[in-house]
């Protein structure tokens, strides 16, 4: 393809290692024990993993004194992996909390992150301005607002040869202040289709990558909200609300129909929520469908407010002046970037995290723990209905 042709050098080694065949896809089961991921103990030391001091980690010596008698015979898969990296896909990698897990995730010497990328020199630039080891990222094209370019990062992805270990739902867009709605390649209301339906398609066609990896902890992680937990931050006006779909299943163009998924009036705030409740309920429906028979732990988390990130560019002047300070010593809801990195890190690499089906948020003193989602972000039959009329939208159903 063109575009992997055109990718600079960090994306070529990918394909160097593809070459000398160091990703055989041998698939060996792993024994039940490997639940547990083994971690060098640098991995989760206190320095890259400071935010949490009670963080608890098995580390080599400690998981071989546990698991003696079954050690030999994963001999085989330990070959595999051994030396070799584990391999990360982020979404919107180039910038707040995406290329923040991603540099923590790089510099733990343990991953590869393939950051899935709308501008490619942007995220060149992030990565090398964070201290990225090269060999340790690629930066491949991909633009959630396009199903064309979904599609397409799928076949450049496949075509790299790496396994999938885990993929991260991250992207985002927020256009609290526009008056109207704008629309994705495929017509669609633009911020469920980036957020929503470009991850749906995403993850979907990326669901048997994952299920051929034979990490021992291969998991589907979409980064929640604040909308989706019901306390006052999960209430302030517009609330999210999909009522009865009407909207997402006449396709959200704003001709025919809303661009809203309740078939109601444009409101950007309120979309942004709407497409955030959707990424809930999709990773629980995708728990309900797949967990048991793939082992794939699928998961969401809300980071903390992470109020200087690009996801606020649109707002005006003011808002971005005062939410931070606001978040930090109002609500002491805030987060930095570097800390929210952490998190979704942990999220992906963490032994202790390995349930299906949850919503990690992390407490006062920073110990994560399973949060609960508001009564429409957990309600089974929208999950059902979201994900079939999101399958006809984007071309699967
Ligand atoms: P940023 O705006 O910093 O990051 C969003 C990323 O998404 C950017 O890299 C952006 O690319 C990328 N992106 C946007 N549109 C597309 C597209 N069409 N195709 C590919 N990539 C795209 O925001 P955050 O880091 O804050 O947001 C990350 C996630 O965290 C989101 O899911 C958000 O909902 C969630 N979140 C954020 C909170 C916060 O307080 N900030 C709180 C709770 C959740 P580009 O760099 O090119 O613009
Ligand atoms: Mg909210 C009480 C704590 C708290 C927390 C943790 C957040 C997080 N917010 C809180 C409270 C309030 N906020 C209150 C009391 C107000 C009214 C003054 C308020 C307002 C507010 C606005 C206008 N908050 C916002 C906005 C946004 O535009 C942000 C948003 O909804 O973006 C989609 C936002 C957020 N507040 C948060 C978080 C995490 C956000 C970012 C959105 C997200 O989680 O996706």
């Given at each position: 393809?063109?575009?992997?042709?055109?990718?600079?050098?960090?994306?070529?080694?990918?394909?160097?290692?593809?070459?000398?065949?160091?990703?055989?896809?041998?698939?060996?089961?792993?024994?039940?024990?490997l639940g547990v991921?083994?971690?060098?103990?640098?991995?989760?030391?206190?320095?890259?993993?400071?935010?949490?001091?009670?963080?608890?980690?098995?580390?080599?010596?400690?998981?071989?004194?546990?698991?003696?008698?079954?050690?030999?015979?994963?001999?085989?898969?330990?070959?595999?992996?051994?030396?070799?990296?584990?391999?990360?896909?982020?979404t919107g990698a180039?910038?707040?909390?995406?290329?923040?897990?991603?540099?923590?995730?790089?510099?733990?010497?343990?991953?590869?992150?393939?950051?899935?990328?709308?501008?490619?020199?942007?995220?060149?630039?992030?990565?090398?301005?964070?201290?990225?080891?090269?060999?340790?990222?690629?930066?491949?094209?991909?633009?959630?607002?396009?199903?064309?370019?979904?599609?397409?990062?799928?076949?450049?992805?496949?075509?790299?040869?790496?396994?999938?270990?885990?993929?991260?739902?991250?992207?985002?867009?927020?256009?609290?202040?526009?008056?109207?709605?704008?629309?994705?390649?495929?017509?669609?209301?633009?911020?469920?289709?980036?957020?929503?339906?470009?991850?749906?398609?995403?993850?979907?066609?990326?669901?048997?990558?994952?299920?051929?990896?034979?990490?021992?902890?291969?998991?589907?992680?979409?980064?929640?909200?604040?909308?989706?937990?019901?306390?006052?931050?999960?209430?302030?006006?517009?609330?999210?609300?999909?009522?009865?779909?009407?909207?997402?299943?006449?396709?959200?163009?704003?001709?025919?129909?809303?661009?809203?998924?309740?078939?109601?009036?444009?409101?950007?705030?309120?979309?942004?929520?709407?497409?955030?409740?959707?990424?809930?309920?999709?990773?629980?429906?995708?728990?309900?469908?797949?967990?048991?028979?793939?082992?794939?732990?699928?998961?969401?988390?809300?980071?903390?407010?992470?109020?200087?990130?690009?996801?606020?560019?649109?707002?005006?002047?003011?808002?971005?002046?005062?939410?931070?300070?606001?978040?930090?010593?109002?609500?002491?809801?805030?987060?930095?970037?570097?800390?929210?990195?952490k998190r979704l890190?942990?999220?992906?690499?963490?032994?202790?995290?390995?349930?299906?089906?949850?919503?990690?948020?992390?407490?006062?003193?920073?110990?994560?723990?399973?949060?609960?989602?508001?009564?429409?972000?957990?309600?089974?039959?929208?999950?059902?209905?979201?994900?079939?009329?999101?399958?006809?939208?984007?071309?699967?159903?």
């Amino acid at each position: 393809s063109m575009r992997i042709a055109a990718l600079p050098s960090s994306s070529t080694a990918a394909f160097q290692e593809n070459s000398s065949g160091m990703w055989s896809s041998s698939i060996v089961k792993a024994s039940p024990f490997l639940g547990v991921r083994l971690c060098e103990p640098k991995h989760f030391s206190s320095q890259s993993f400071s935010f949490n001091p009670k963080a608890k980690c098995i580390t080599k010596p400690q998981l071989q004194a546990i698991a003696a008698p079954v050690e030999t015979k994963r001999a085989a898969p330990e070959a595999r992996r051994a030396g070799l990296k584990s391999s990360v896909i982020i979404t919107g990698a180039s910038s707040g909390l995406g290329l923040a897990a991603a540099k923590v995730l790089a510099q733990s010497g343990e991953w590869h992150v393939i950051m899935a990328c709308r501008d490619f020199l942007k995220a060149e630039k992030a990565a090398m301005a964070v201290g990225m080891p090269r060999e340790n990222y690629t930066v491949m094209h991909l633009d959630l607002a396009s199903l064309e370019s979904v599609r397409q990062f799928v076949e450049n992805f496949r075509r790299s040869g790496r396994p999938l270990d885990v993929l991260v739902c991250n992207a985002a867009v927020y256009f609290p202040t526009a008056k109207e709605p704008t629309f994705s390649a495929e017509g669609f209301e633009l911020s469920v289709a980036t957020n929503h339906l470009g991850h749906f398609l995403l993850a979907r066609l990326l669901l048997d990558d994952l299920k051929a990896s034979d990490h021992s902890a291969r998991r589907l992680i979409i980064v929640g909200s604040i909308t989706g937990i019901n306390t006052l931050a999960g209430n302030i006006p517009p609330k999210a609300n999909l009522g009865d779909l009407r909207g997402l299943s006449a396709a959200l163009n704003g001709v025919q129909s809303s661009p809203m998924i309740d078939g109601g009036q444009f409101d950007g705030a309120k979309a942004y929520k709407d497409s955030k409740v959707c990424n809930m309920l999709t990773m629980q429906e995708f728990h309900r469908r797949f967990h048991e028979k793939t082992g794939i732990t699928f998961a969401s988390l809300y980071p903390g407010c992470i109020a200087t990130t690009g996801l606020f560019r649109e707002h005006i002047p003011l808002f971005r002046t005062l939410f931070p300070p606001f978040q930090k010593y109002i609500t002491k809801g805030f987060v930095s970037e570097d800390d929210a990195g952490k998190r979704l890190a942990q999220v992906v690499s963490d032994p202790y995290l390995s349930k299906s089906g949850v919503y990690w948020s992390w407490n006062k003193d920073l110990n994560s723990f399973e949060n609960q989602l508001s009564e429409e972000a957990s309600d089974p039959e929208k999950a059902k209905r979201v994900w079939e009329l999101s399958e006809k939208l984007v071309g699967l159903a």
